[in-house]
């Protein structure tokens, strides 16, 4: 009687302090990395990516997660003075009348490439989110215009170069056709990038 | 004789409040000048001996911060960096010695004392409540704000312009007492 009274008194006991076991934080890796990164991500930021591999990552999750707000931070302001330079260069591109309006446009196509690239590579190398939804979303929106405008980004310096003369032999012409694709390509671009940046606008 | 004490004691505090998630929320509405959003969660849990003490009575509805979605899951995690939500994952808000029979028997909100436990803070704000009794169903509304700077959170911000101090939380839930 005595035993049965003292196993049942060890039983509550026992789902007493389940009951009220208190919660801990003390997170593990495996638990705060999202589960439908996406592929870029995992292969920097997953638990085999590359950054852990060679001990470039910050030592815990919420170093990484701060890390993550100063990168994205910088993409914002970078994205936003992109924008800007890209802005001008579609007007410097439709108003060329002298050699200096050329170089201006050459140099400052090298500059809005390098900026643009830099931005990118802050958003693409941040760490993960702590959490990634289904479904559609602005964000989601942002990110798929992207891959439009980085397409086009990595190929208006070689069709600017085109378009220049530059491989122009006295047997083939190419400067006219690469005119017309970098003025098509340049303004897919831009249209895509100012609508990238309409998206985060929106709730 | 011990052993009744200890039933009783378990019995008296052992949350018995079941939430029906799928009629419940629990919202928060952010500010910017650009635009305004709404996260909201379905993941609350309420403990409580109101069913037991209908004059004096306690209740704490828990929140995991991570349940809350905006469907914008950049926000989301932005949201939880700013709540420091590894270090406090969840926002409880605690009311004590509640007069439950008497807060049914009214048909409109009453102001009582909440204790919001948030970001490591407590704070003490009196909160309406309107709470109101369908055969075994009860349904407890409420609107109130809060603000950020009281529980020492930094204000988000988009394009360098920050978010609105306050925050709107709407709650709206439904659920039985467990036998």
Redo the contacts between chains.
């Keep these: 009687m005595q035993v049965q009274?003292t196993i049942?008194?060890f039983l509550?006991i026992t789902?007493?302090s389940i009951?009220f076991a208190k919660?801990t934080?003390s997170?593990t890796l495996s638990d705060?990395l999202p589960v439908n990164m996406q592929l870029s991500k995992k292969l920097v930021w997953g638990e085999n990516g590359l950054a852990r591999k060679l001990n470039l990552a910050p030592v815990n999750?919420?170093d990484e997660?701060?890390l993550?707000?100063k990168m994205?931070q910088t993409h914002?302001?970078l994205g936003?003075l992109t924008l800007g330079m890209m802005g001008y260069q579609v007007y410097l591109g439709s108003n060329m009348n002298s050699r200096n309006d050329k170089v201006l446009h050459r140099k400052l196509g090298y500059s809005t490439f390098g900026v643009y690239m830099t931005a990118a590579g802050f958003s693409v190398l941040s760490p993960p989110?702590?959490?990634?939804?289904k479904?559609v979303?602005?964000?989601k929106l942002h990110r798929y215009l992207s891959y439009i405008h980085f397409a086009g980004m990595l190929s208006m310096p070689y069709l600017g170069y085109l378009s220049a003369g530059n491989m122009d032999t006295s047997s083939a012409e190419y400067h006219t056709k690469a005119l017309n694709a970098h003025r098509i390509v340049g303004t897919i671009t831009f249209t895509s990038l100012s609508l990238s940046f309409l998206t985060?606008?929106?709730? | 004789m011990r052993l009744s004490v200890l039933f009783l004691f378990v019995g008296g505090i052992f949350p018995n409040f079941q939430v029906d998630k799928t009629e419940s929320t629990i919202s928060y509405v952010g500010n910017h000048p650009f635009h305004e959003w709404q996260g909201i969660s379905s993941q609350i849990e309420i403990e409580t001996d109101c069913h037991a003490k209908r004059d004096d009575c306690n209740a704490t509805i828990t929140v995991p911060l991570i349940s809350f979605i905006s469907g914008n899951d950049n926000r989301d995690s932005n949201m939880l960096f700013y709540v420091d939500g590894f270090s406090f994952p969840v926002v409880k808000i605690s009311f004590s010695h509640v007069n439950i029979s008497n807060l049914l028997s009214i048909e409109e909100s009453t102001y009582i004392a909440g204790e919001i436990d948030f970001h490591g803070y407590k704070i003490i704000q009196e909160i309406p409540l309107f709470i109101a009794s369908d055969k075994n169903t009860i349904s407890i509304r409420s609107n109130f704000s809060i603000q950020l700077n009281s529980f020492d959170i930094k204000r988000p911000s988009l394009l360098m312009i920050p978010i609105k101090n306050e925050i709107k939380i709407n709650v709206n839930i439904s659920g039985r007492f467990i036998q």
Excluded: W
Aim: hydrophobic share 45%.
């Design positions: 009274l049942k008194a509550i789902l007493f009951c919660f934080s997170y705060t999750r919420v997660l701060k993550r707000h994205l914002q302001k936003l989110a702590l959490k990634y939804n479904g979303s602005s964000i985060i606008l929106i709730p």
